[in-house]
C-alpha cells in the first residue's frame, strides 16, 4: 500500500504543474533513485545512503534549474526527515 502511494506521489511530483517531464531530463536518474530508497523509508529511518541520495537528487534538480527551488510546496525534493515524519502524520498509509 504504502509503496503504491509513494509511487503515486513520485508521478504527481514528476508531472508537477508544467506537465509530464521529459525522460531524458538530466536530474530525472538521481530523482528516481532518491524515490526508490524513501519508499522503505517508515521501515528503515532516515539512514546515511537515503540522506546521500537526496543531496546528489537536490543537486541535479537545482543544477537544472527545474521546479520551485529547494524543499517548495509545489514542486522539489522532499528532504528525507520530512518524508520519514509524514510515516507518523498519516499512519494510515503504513
Given at each position: 500500500m504504502l509503496?503504491?502511494?509513494?509511487?503515486?506521489l513520485c508521478a504527481v511530483l514528476?508531472?508537477?504543474?508544467?506537465?509530464a517531464i521529459a525522460q531524458n531530463e538530466p536530474f530525472q536518474p538521481a530523482l528516481q533513485r532518491y524515490y526508490r530508497a524513501v519508499e522503505d523509508i517508515c521501515r528503515t529511518g532516515v539512514t546515511p545512503d537515503i540522506v546521500?541520495?537526496?543531496?546528489?537528487a537536490r543537486q541535479a534538480v537545482d543544477a537544472a534549474?527545474?521546479?520551485?527551488?529547494?524543499?517548495n510546496n509545489f514542486?522539489?525534493?522532499?528532504?528525507p526527515d520530512r518524508a520519514y515524519n509524514e510515516c507518523f502524520q498519516?499512519?494510515?498509509f503504513l
Open positions: 509503496r503504491r502511494v509513494a509511487l503515486g514528476v508531472a508537477g504543474p508544467g506537465g546521500k541520495l537526496y543531496e546528489d534549474g527545474y521546479g520551485g527551488g529547494r524543499d514542486w522539489g525534493v522532499k528532504p498519516s499512519p494510515s
